[in-house]
């Protein structure tokens, strides 16, 4: 077999290289990489060489020894590991990683059978075992590469995050620091231009903070708290914090009246969250004097929670992209871009649908679509009592 390999040693090489163009991803160089398939074959031939010799054991120095367990050098064990190194860093799968391995399998078998090339039964599994071995080692290898470069890309995005979440703790921390001692030196009162200031930082900290524990308990998988819950009551607790934000943008907030027999079962924290997001959003983002409206009702089996802006709305085509992390397309860049992309996750982890409608020149309105539920004489809120 050794010798059939050595004739045909530049075929088979071919054959192997034009399966592999056919799946090699964009951008790969056509020529073989540094340890790919002739050096295995060169290797091969050593094997069955020596295992021709008076002392044939002394080939498992080259292919390794059969059966796998405990990690042993050899020859095609190393250069099967800078292979799998190789394929990974040129953006192949881990599948391909095997395949490439077949490859020369397959070609040898075809030949050997073209050619009616004999291929007896201990050189085949001399072959065999050579293959075991440097797959093993090129997918031990690839996978150890593509853990290694996937944990940098994610501290990498850590970091980053961190890094934005610092930021914006330090410039509102700055401001309101400012604000107050300004107001401690007794020129100026809570009530005017400084005291508004510091209303916004100590809001805009807060939503900071509220939109972080949000993300953390979205990012963890930690398990959803499901709880029957007026929705009047929800949206009452919702107004009373939205208000002061609606103050301190000079907006106005309208909410409408809710049902008190309408009943959500959610996580409340998480749909707090996504609720109060949207709201920050669309302070944010409409336009000075112009109302905010929280509109919750039900439409046939849903509950559907509205928050209308009047931003202008919406950039061409960014209905869907605005969802997405570290997005931001207004011209107000203040924030982490994460806001819509918390609030959408907090919806659809309590089973609900997020999305926005636009309505061009005028605003935008984000809709929260959850299941309805109703509440039962027993645990309905009390009627007010009359004076």
């Keep these: 077999m050794h010798q059939f390999l050595t004739a045909n040693r530049t075929e088979l090489i071919a054959r192997c290289r034009a399966k592999v163009a056919l799946r090699a991803p964009p951008g790969v160089p056509e020529e073989e ?8 074959l060169d290797q091969l031939i050593k094997t069955l060489v020596v295992e021709q010799t008076t ?3 002394q080939s498992r120095r080259v292919s390794g020894p059969a059966g796998g367990g405990k990690p042993v050098l050899s020859e095609i064990g190393e250069s099967a590991t800078l292979h799998g ?3 990974q860093a040129h953006g192949f799968t881990m599948e391909e990683v095997v395949h490439d391995y077949g490859d020369l399998c397959q070609a040898i078998s075809d030949l050997a059978v073209e050619t009616n090339a004999p291929i ?7 072959l065999n075992r050579c293959l075991d071995n440097a ?4 997918v031990t290898e690839f996978g150890y590469q593509h853990d290694f470069t996937l944990a940098d890309k994610q501290t990498a995005a850590l970091n980053e995050r961190l890094g934005y979440f610092a930021h914006e703790l330090r410039n509102q921390l700055c401001t309101a620091t400012l604000a107050l001692s300004i107001i401690k030196q007794g020129n100026v009162g809570l009530s005017g231009a400084t005291g508004g200031v510091l209303d916004r930082a100590l809001v805009g900290l807060s939503n900071l903070i509220d939109r972080s524990l949000a993300e953390v308990r979205m990012t963890a998988g930690m398990p959803i708290q ?8 929800f949206i009452a607790e919702i107004k009373l914090s939205a208000s002061l934000e609606a103050q301190v943008k000079e907006c106005v907030l309208i909410v ?6 309408l009943a959500v079962d959610v996580d409340r924290d998480l749909l707090l969250s996504a609720v109060g997001n949207l709201l920050q959003n669309a302070f ?21 929670i509205d928050v209308q802006d009047h931003c202008g709305g919406l950039p061409a085509g960014s209905a869907e992209s605005i969802f997405a992390p570290f997005t931001q397309s207004a011209e107000d860049r203040s924030g982490l871009g994460l806001g819509l992309s918390i609030a959408r996750r907090s919806v659809e982890a309590n089973g609900g649908i997020l999305r926005v409608r636009d309505l061009p020149g005028w605003g935008c309105v984000f809709t929260i679509d959850l299941p309805r539920h109703s509440l039962t004489e027993e645990n309905m809120p009390p009627l007010p009592q009359a004076a």
């Design 33 to 40: 990489l540094a340890h790919g398939v002739s050096i295995f």
């Design 55 to 57: 002392s044939p054991l």
């Design 85 to 87: 190194k190789e394929l």
């Design 120 to 126: 007896g039964v201990d050189e085949f599994r001399t």
């Design 135 to 138: 797959i093993a080692n090129a």
């Design 226 to 233: 499901y709880h029957l819950c007026s929705l009047s009551e």
């Design 256 to 261: 409408s009246d809710v049902d008190p027999s």
């Design 284 to 304: 944010k983002f409409t336009h000075p004097h112009t109302e905010v409206t929280l509109n919750a009702y039900a439409l046939a089996d849903r509950i559907l």
